[in-house]
C-alpha cells in the first residue's frame, strides 16, 4: 500500500513507494527539506582486476555489475558530490544521513561528506562476525565495513534514542562498533534463476539498528540506493514511511515483492526507550505557583540529613545557603553537583515521596 502527503503546501510525497531512476533525478523532483533521514548503499566502485576463485577453483560471486564500474576515482568523485548534493537539498534542517561502503570508497565519500557541508557525528565500524575468507591469502581478510554518520550540517538537532540504543544492548551503552553477521540463509534473496538477488544486500539487523537509534514512527527514510530493500523493509517494520530509488527493474521487483510481505509492528510496541534530556523541561517553580508544594513547606533529603524551606520564587533556603534544589543540594552535601529532583522529598502521608513524582505528573499532562 502506497500513500502521498502535502506538506506545507509543497509537492506530493511518494511515500512508501520504490522509485525507478536515476537517484540524482529523481531526488531532485522532491520536495526540498522534506526527509527525515537518508540510508544510501553507495557503489563501492571496487576496480576488480579478473575473476576471483577458491582454493577448490570455484568462482567467488563477487561484485561485477555494471553499476559498480567507474571510469577513473575522478569520475566516481563526480558521481559522489552530485549525489550528495541532492541528497542534502531534501533534507530538512534537522535531518541526517548514513552512508555505508568499503575501504575502497568511504575515505572518498567522507571528504565529499565534510566537502558539502555535512557534520560527520560517528563512523560505526561493522564487524561482520561470518565474513567471506581472503581466498588468495596476501591480505588480511575484509571483516567490516564502515558506516559514516551526519546531520546535514553543524549544529543540527539531529534525533538519537539513545536510551533506546542502551537498552538495545542490555543497558550497556551502545559503542561505535556492531558485531552483526552477514546476510545467509532465509534472509539472503534470491532472483528468479535462484541465484542472489543482490550481491551487497544488508542485513536487516543493521538497518533496524540504524532505524531505531536516529528516525522516530512516522519518520520519513529515503535509500537511493535501494537495491533488494533492506531500508524500506525495515521502515515498515518500524512504523517508517519510506522512499525508494532504483534504476534495475529486477531489484526493484524482488524489493516491492519483499515490502509486501512484511507485516507492520503493532503501535504499542513501536514505543522506545527515550532519553531523559528529551523530556519536556519543568521548572521546580511550576510546582510551587500551581500548588503541588506551598511556600514555607519543608524538603527533606533523601537521607533524611538535611532540609530546606520552600520559597515563593521556587527556590530553597537552608542555612546560609539560597538558591535551586540543585544549588542547595549540593551546597548541604559539599558536593560540586546535585540533581535536586532526586535529591529531595516532602511528606506525604507521614511518608517521604520524591520531588520528582510532582515533576512527572506535570509532564504526563504535557503530553496528554
Given at each position: 500500500?502506497?500513500?502521498?502527503?502535502?506538506?506545507?503546501?509543497?509537492?506530493?510525497?511518494?511515500?512508501?513507494?520504490?522509485?525507478?531512476?536515476?537517484?540524482?533525478?529523481?531526488?531532485?523532483?522532491?520536495?526540498?527539506?522534506?526527509?527525515?533521514?537518508?540510508?544510501?548503499?553507495?557503489?563501492?566502485?571496487?576496480?576488480?582486476?579478473?575473476?576471483?576463485?577458491?582454493?577448490?577453483?570455484?568462482?567467488?560471486?563477487?561484485?561485477?555489475?555494471?553499476?559498480?564500474?567507474?571510469?577513473?576515482?575522478?569520475?566516481?568523485?563526480?558521481?559522489?558530490?552530485?549525489?550528495?548534493?541532492?541528497?542534502?537539498?531534501?533534507?530538512?534542517?534537522?535531518?541526517?544521513?548514513?552512508?555505508?561502503?568499503?575501504?575502497?570508497?568511504?575515505?572518498?565519500?567522507?571528504?565529499?561528506?565534510?566537502?558539502?557541508?555535512?557534520?560527520?557525528?560517528?563512523?560505526?565500524?561493522?564487524?561482520?562476525?561470518?565474513?567471506?575468507?581472503?581466498?588468495?591469502?596476501?591480505?588480511?581478510?575484509?571483516?567490516?565495513?564502515?558506516?559514516?554518520?551526519?546531520?546535514?550540517?553543524?549544529?543540527?538537532?539531529?534525533?538519537?534514542?539513545?536510551?533506546?540504543?542502551?537498552?538495545?544492548?542490555?543497558?550497556?551503552?551502545?559503542?561505535?562498533?556492531?558485531?552483526?553477521?552477514?546476510?545467509?540463509?532465509?534472509?539472503?534473496?534470491?532472483?528468479?534463476?535462484?541465484?542472489?538477488?543482490?550481491?551487497?544486500?544488508?542485513?536487516?539487523?543493521l538497518l533496524h539498528r540504524v532505524l531505531l537509534a536516529t528516525t522516530n514512527p512516522g519518520?520519513?527514510?529515503?535509500?537511493?540506493?535501494?537495491?533488494?530493500?533492506?531500508?524500506?523493509?525495515?521502515?515498515?517494520?518500524?512504523?517508517?514511511?519510506?522512499?525508494?530509488?532504483?534504476?534495475?527493474?529486477?531489484?526493484?521487483?524482488?524489493?516491492?515483492?519483499?515490502?509486501?510481505?512484511?507485516?507492520?509492528?503493532?503501535?504499542?510496541?513501536?514505543?522506545?526507550?527515550?532519553?531523559?534530556?528529551?523530556?519536556?523541561?519543568?521548572?521546580?517553580?511550576?510546582?510551587?505557583?500551581?500548588?503541588?508544594?506551598?511556600?514555607?513547606?519543608?524538603?527533606?533529603?533523601?537521607?533524611?540529613?538535611?532540609?530546606?524551606?520552600?520559597?515563593?520564587?521556587?527556590?530553597?533556603?537552608?542555612?546560609?545557603?539560597?538558591?535551586?534544589?540543585?544549588?542547595?543540594?549540593?551546597?548541604?552535601?559539599?558536593?560540586?553537583?546535585?540533581?535536586?529532583?532526586?535529591?529531595?522529598?516532602?511528606?506525604?502521608?507521614?511518608?517521604?515521596?520524591?520531588?520528582?513524582?510532582?515533576?512527572?505528573?506535570?509532564?504526563?499532562?504535557?503530553?496528554?
Amino acid at each position: 500500500m502506497t500513500k502521498t502527503t502535502t506538506r506545507q503546501g509543497q509537492r506530493e510525497l511518494p511515500l512508501n513507494q520504490i522509485l525507478a531512476g536515476d537517484c540524482i533525478a529523481e531526488m531532485n523532483k522532491l520536495p526540498e527539506a522534506s526527509v527525515d533521514l537518508i540510508f544510501a548503499d553507495p557503489p563501492y566502485n571496487l576496480q576488480l582486476k579478473g575473476n576471483l576463485h577458491r582454493p577448490d577453483n570455484s568462482q567467488v560471486d563477487a561484485v561485477d555489475d555494471h553499476w559498480d564500474q567507474f571510469d577513473s576515482f575522478k569520475a566516481y568523485d563526480r558521481f559522489t558530490e552530485e549525489w550528495l548534493a541532492a541528497a542534502r537539498r531534501i533534507l530538512k534542517p534537522d535531518g541526517a544521513i548514513w552512508v555505508i561502503g568499503s575501504y575502497h570508497n568511504i575515505f572518498r565519500v567522507g571528504t565529499k561528506l565534510q566537502d558539502a557541508g555535512y557534520w560527520i557525528l560517528n563512523d560505526v565500524v561493522w564487524r561482520k562476525s561470518n565474513p567471506m575468507p581472503n581466498f588468495r591469502g596476501m591480505r588480511l581478510t575484509n571483516a567490516h565495513e564502515t558506516m559514516i554518520w551526519a546531520s546535514k550540517s553543524e549544529g543540527g538537532k539531529y534525533t538519537f534514542n539513545y536510551e533506546a540504543m542502551k537498552a538495545l544492548n542490555d543497558d550497556v551503552q551502545m559503542r561505535s562498533d556492531w558485531v552483526l553477521p552477514i546476510c545467509n540463509g532465509h534472509e539472503r534473496l534470491k532472483n528468479s534463476r535462484g541465484e542472489k538477488a543482490h550481491p551487497t544486500q544488508k542485513p536487516e539487523a543493521l538497518l533496524h539498528r540504524v532505524l531505531l537509534a536516529t528516525t522516530n514512527p512516522g519518520d520519513v527514510v529515503l535509500d537511493p540506493f535501494f537495491g533488494t530493500g533492506t531500508t524500506g523493509a525495515v521502515a515498515k517494520m518500524l512504523g517508517r514511511d519510506f522512499i525508494g530509488i532504483e534504476r534495475e527493474p529486477e531489484y526493484r521487483e524482488v524489493a516491492q515483492k519483499r515490502i509486501d510481505n512484511v507485516r507492520k509492528i503493532d503501535s504499542d510496541a513501536l514505543t522506545v526507550s527515550t532519553s531523559k534530556r528529551a523530556e519536556p523541561r519543568v521548572p521546580f517553580g511550576q510546582l510551587v505557583e500551581r500548588g503541588m508544594l506551598r511556600p514555607g513547606e519543608m524538603l527533606v533529603s533523601g537521607n533524611g540529613k538535611n532540609a530546606a524551606k520552600v520559597r515563593a520564587d521556587g527556590t530553597l533556603v537552608a542555612n546560609d545557603v539560597k538558591g535551586s534544589i540543585h544549588k542547595v543540594g549540593a551546597h548541604l552535601e559539599g558536593a560540586p553537583s546535585c540533581n535536586g529532583w532526586t535529591y529531595w522529598h516532602f511528606k506525604k502521608d507521614g511518608k517521604p515521596v520524591s520531588i520528582d513524582v510532582l515533576r512527572q505528573q506535570i509532564r504526563a499532562e504535557m503530553r496528554d
